[in-house]
């Protein structure tokens, strides 16, 4: 049996912002940028934008709010 091949791409990291109100997105160390938007209102909106650019975004997300 062959191991199963390794991902070729890293995702990126999705953050809520809470002290914006909104999504953003690390990738290779980069916030992502998509048509001059860097904040997003959800993570699925971010995520479809990114996928646009050809980066694909987690599905966990880190929240800075405090608990």
């Given at each position: 049996m062959e191991p199963?091949?390794?991902?070729?791409e890293?995702?990126?990291?999705?953050i809520y912002?809470?002290?914006?109100g909104g999504y953003m997105a690390v990738?290779?160390?980069?916030?992502v940028e998509v048509g001059g938007r860097?904040?997003?209102?959800?993570?699925?909106?971010l995520a479809a934008d990114a996928l646009t650019q050809g980066?694909?975004?987690s599905t966990m997300v880190i929240n800075t709010a405090r608990g």
């Open positions: 199963a091949p390794a991902p070729t890293r995702l990126a990291r999705v912002m809470a002290s914006v990738h290779h160390g980069r916030l860097m904040v997003w209102p959800s993570a699925e909106s980066i694909v975004a």
